[in-house]
């Protein structure tokens, strides 16, 4: 039984300019198992015949020639339980083979609202299937058991064992004897053994000590044994090391801050994403707070570098302004710039600014303490490193997971190394409740 068995399937229309992205949309819908209520150009679509339709999924073909459509249709679309899926048209209309099975059964996973993305067969594979509590340990086997046979083995080994030779027990004494008997006995026979030398080099007896309720381990000397003439004390030679000076009286915050490297507090939230990432982009951005205190910058790659197209999307769901990034213009506390393939950042004493940069963005410019760092769908792999860099240097870091995120490799390696993991708008929640104050620390 599939998961589409369980589930009622789904209602979906479908706003696309006739096209093979279209087409392509339209077939990864019927391998979907789902029913297309609606299939339309949203240029001449009226937005009652939309509602009409009672869709519960819209799935949008983005483009530059339908954007003041979307604007006509945006009473529609924002319909309370309908949820939008966008993709890019261009890349709509290349998909094919391997690539576009891939991004079916993703699409097919966020319409039914399950997380089975592989191919078919691959369900069927076992799972270890992980309990709580620790496993059951088998019980011990007794100790008198398990020496048993190793004692009685010694027992019946004792009688062919050879003897020492230097030391023969007196008759009268019987095992086990205490040390200060054995001893006692071993001296005649260390006396009858010992030559005329080891006489002459033997030293005197010592006089024992007379009895005495206490040791006093006091008078001990590793000097008094090695020379007859007690040695007399030395006072070790000491050097008075400098004492640190340190001018307490003129310490202040603001100094440590003023002498801070320039750029050290150049903080900024950077969100990086690829394929899928407009619709995970969009559910971000509409979960900020108004006031956030650090600038947003995002960086995700697109096709044919329609990144206007991108900022008047984000501006119609973002409590932030959008803008475009330029090179020179200075990064802004709560407001998103919007970063194209060749503009890259650099810490100045007073933040962040733009510049060209072949590159595109660099993790490193940023202050990790005053920074977080979001990997959305279709991050790049390359981003992965820098980005556990900065989390390494004290960065908050995050990685987008759940079933609207389509190209998951680089958010999943950022969350399998322990980064915080969740939906777009859960992120955009923990975020807010970090940095979601202004610059005069008013609540947003």
Excluded at 343 to 348: C, E, R, S, T, Y
């Amino acid at each position: 039984m599939s998961v589409s068995d369980l589930d009622p399937v789904p209602a979906v229309a479908l706003l696309a300019r006739p096209g093979a992205a279209r087409e392509r949309l339209r077939e990864a819908l019927a391998h979907a198992d789902v029913q297309i209520v609606l299939e339309d150009d949203p240029i001449t679509l009226e937005p009652q015949a939309l509602q009409d339709a009672r869709p519960q999924f819209v799935v949008i073909a983005l483009e530059a020639a339908i954007e003041d459509a979307l604007e006509r249709l945006e009473p529609a679309l924002s319909a309370p339980g309908l949820t939008l899926v966008f993709d890019e048209a261009e890349l709509a209309a290349r998909r094919d083979g391997w690539e576009a099975q891939r991004w079916g059964r993703h699409l097919a996973a966020k319409l039914h609202g399950h997380q089975q993305v592989l191919p078919p067969g691959a369900e069927d594979e076992p799972a270890l299937q992980l309990e709580p509590g620790r496993p059951s340990t088998p019980p011990p086997v007794p100790k008198e058991a398990a020496l048993q046979p190793h004692l009685e083995q010694a027992r019946s080994w004792a009688d062919d064992v050879p003897a020492d030779g230097l030391y023969s027990p007196p008759a009268h004494l019987h095992e086990p004897i205490a040390l200060e008997q054995a001893l006692a006995a071993l001296q005649p026979v260390l006396a009858e053994t010992a030559t005329p030398a080891d006489a002459a080099a033997a030293p005197p007896p010592v006089p024992a000590a007379p009895p005495t309720a206490f040791t006093d381990h006091t008078a001990w000397s590793l000097v008094d044994e090695a020379s007859d003439a007690p040695a007399e004390p030395r006072a070790a030679a000491t050097v008075a090391a400098p004492e640190p000076a340190f001018d307490t009286e003129h310490l202040s915050l603001v100094d440590l801050d003023a002498a801070a490297p320039a750029g050290s507090r150049a903080g900024a939230l950077l969100v990086l994403a690829g394929i899928g990432g407009p619709d995970a982009l969009r559910r971000l951005l509409a979960a900020l707070p108004s006031g956030l205190a650090v600038p947003v910058l995002v960086h995700m790659r697109l096709d044919g570098g329609r990144y206007g197209n991108l900022v008047k999307q984000m501006a119609r769901v973002s409590p932030l302004p959008v803008q475009l990034a330029e090179a020179g213009q200075r990064a802004t506390a709560g407001e998103v710039h919007v970063l194209a393939d060749d503009i890259g950042v650099h810490a100045a004493a007073d933040g962040l600014y733009f510049q060209t940069e072949a590159q595109g963005i660099s993790i490193a410019a940023l202050s990790a303490e005053h920074s977080a760092l979001v990997l959305l769908s279709g991050a790049d792999l390359a981003h992965v490193g820098p980005a556990l860099d900065l989390a390494a240097a004290g960065a908050w870091v995050a990685g987008q997971v759940g079933e609207g995120c389509y190209d998951p490799a680089a958010a999943t390696a950022v969350v399998a190394a322990g980064m915080v993991a969740g939906e777009p708008q859960e992120l955009a929640q923990v975020i807010a409740a970090r940095w979601g104050l202004d610059d005069d620390g008013d609540a947003a």
